[in-house]
């Protein structure tokens, strides 16, 4: 296993929904792949928790655009309707990934790169959009058996990943285009993606889809709510019809209505909630 990366600190993190005040309820961390499987994975993670005699916690995160593989165990016998322990496929989450932990669990896992779970094992990401399976044989080949232990089970995931995938020029190139929709601001409209897309409209939406599992417009709006909600989250006095207009919606009221449906509260709730947090 990598070098462990600890990322308990009381300090929000994009995607992570009032990371501060989840803080002593759990422990996350999270570390670099191998060098094979860092071809399709961008990092493993892993959560722990021991809630006995406490009250459960519910934790919500603002998903991204990507799939992951979890081994997970623990004494609150079952999880997304599996029991325990058990390796599971977690696609993409369209709205907000909710889970409520209790009793005492660990979960470890693979998020993929976008993209890179279908590069890796071929097969169609929107098929498991909004879905959580078991890994069945057929994924790595042959019966996948995981150790409930961090350092084993995640060893064991890292060896499976890196060990198979061929080249896969779609991925490289769809790669490239996600990068650029992440990190670049203005870029906030489907048009100007399609303008960097190396393919025609039809075929970029077909390989979203297929690889990601979710179309283009879906990647441009969850980039821009989690950097919305993580200014939120560390700027007490964000302005938010400036926000609005610098991440690319029309006005602050079409903000407001994406992070209401997304998060069940407006912009002005969540920051009463989780703002104004130092980094």
């Given amino acids: 296993m990598g070098a462990w990366k600890n990322a308990t600190a009381h300090a929000p993190q994009r995607g992570v929904v009032g990371r501060p005040a989840g803080a002593s309820s759990y422990d996350l961390r999270r570390w670099a792949p191998g060098p094979e499987a860092a071809r399709y994975v961008e990092h493993f993670w892993s959560v ?17 655009p990507c799939l992951h593989l979890t081994h997970e165990w623990g004494e609150d016998g079952a999880r997304h309707g599996f029991p325990l ?13 909710r889970t409520t932990i209790s009793a005492r669990g660990t979960v470890v896992g693979a ?14 990401a929107s098929t498991l959009t909004g879905r959580v399976s078991p890994v069945g044989d057929e994924l790595f080949g042959a019966p996948a058996h995981l150790d ?3 350092a084993a089970a995640s060893a064991q995931l890292d060896r499976l990943i890196g060990a198979g995938g061929a080249a896969d020029p779609t991925y490289t190139a769809l790669g490239e285009l996600i990068d650029r929709i ?13 303008d960097l897309s ?4 039809r075929t970029t939406q077909r390989v979203f889809r297929r690889y990601v599992g979710v179309p283009v417009k879906w990647v441009l709006c969850r980039y821009r709510l989690q950097n919305a909600a993580l200014e939120i989250e560390t700027r007490p006095d964000v ?15 079409h903000l407001i209505n994406d992070f209401r449906a997304m998060l069940g509260q407006t912009p002005g709730e969540y920051a009463a909630a989780h703002g104004g947090v130092t980094r």
């Fill in 198 to 201: 190396p393919w025609s409209v």
């Fill in 182 to 194: 992440r990190e670049d601001s203005a870029v906030h409209r489907v048009e100007q993606v399609m």
């Fill in 85 to 97: 322990p058990n390796t599971l496929i977690h696609g993409v989450v369209e709205r907000v990934f």
């Fill in 239 to 253: 302005d938010f019809a400036e926000l609005a207009v610098r991440l690319g919606w029309y006005d602050q009221a």
């Fill in 148 to 150: 409930d232990d961090v």
């Fill in 48 to 64: 722990s928790w021991d809630l006995r005699g406490r009250a459960p916690f519910d934790s919500a995160v603002i998903t991204f």
């Fill in 111 to 124: 998020r993929f790169f976008p993209g890179g779970f279908t590069a890796r094992f071929g097969v169609d």
